[in-house]
Structure formats: C-alpha cells, structure tokens
C-alpha cells in the first residue's frame, strides 16, 4: 500500500506538470494540437529524468534483503511494484495525458457549443409567445 501511495503521487506530479505546460502554451496563443505537441516535447525529459532517477534509486533496495525493523517484512517487494509501476505508467501518461486532455477540450466547446443551442431555441419560442 505505501508502493501504491508512492506511485500515486510521483505519476500524478507528472501529470501535473505536462498539463500546466500545455495550459502555458495555449496561454501564450499556440493552437490546441500545436500547444499539446510542444508541452509533450518540452516536458518529457524532465518526466523522464524524475521516472529514472527514483527507479535507479530503488534498484539496491529491490535486489537486497533489507527487512523493516531487522526482522519485519522486506522492502523487495514494495520497490519492485513502484520500479513497475512508475514504468508502465509513465509510458501510459506520456500518451494518455494529452489525449484525455484534448478529449475534454473538445467535450467541453461541444457541451459549451450545446448549451448555446438551447438558448437560443429557448429565446425564439419566448419571443413567438
């Protein structure tokens, strides 16, 4: 459990960064899929070095036996779930992220887009009462 509490907030960290730096570029007026591509391309090393650096960092505690306590239970196992699962959430995120990102914008002008719609259809009826 404390593997997946590690895990949870370096992906989500990552997550948080790519995002402000697409946020950043739309700001600066870039275009949405332009915006996407650079904040992906600007921001994938930095995600990359902080992903290496914890998994080299748990490699010793992955290969030893250090046990909590002396004789408690050993670290193997939880430094293995996050080398693991930093891994393939990193991958996952570095895909995922801005196309969820872009499926929300667009989710979003069509809901804003809908909602106009109504008003206006709402706004001839009252007018042809």
Same mark, same amino acid.
């Given at each position: 459990? %404390?593997?997946? !509490?590690? !895990?949870?907030? %370096?992906?989500? #960290? ?8 697409? #946020?950043?570029?739309? #700001? ?5 899929? #332009? ?10 090393? @930095? ?13 010793? *505690?992955? *290969? ?12 193997? @196992? ?19 992220? @801005? *196309?969820?990102?872009? !499926? !929300? *914008? ?7 887009? /809908? %909602?106009?719609?109504?008003?206006? /259809? ?8």
């Amino acid at each position: 459990m %404390i593997g997946m !509490l590690i !895990l949870m907030g %370096i992906v989500v #960290n990552n997550g948080i960064v790519l995002v402000d730096r697409i #946020n950043q570029l739309i #700001n600066e007026g870039y275009s949405v899929p #332009n915006a996407i591509i650079d904040g992906c391309l600007a921001r994938v090393r @930095p995600i990359l070095m902080t992903v290496a650096t914890t998994v080299l960092g748990l490699v010793p *505690l992955a *290969l030893g036996s250090t046990n909590i306590g002396g004789d408690g239970p050993p670290y193997a @196992p939880m430094a293995i779930a996050i080398i693991g699962g930093l891994i393939f959430s990193t991958m996952t995120s570095l895909f995922l992220v @801005p *196309l969820a990102y872009l !499926l !929300l *914008l667009k989710l979003r002008r069509k809901t804003v887009n /809908m %909602i106009e719609r109504s008003k206006q /259809m709402v706004s001839r009826v009252i007018r042809a009462n």
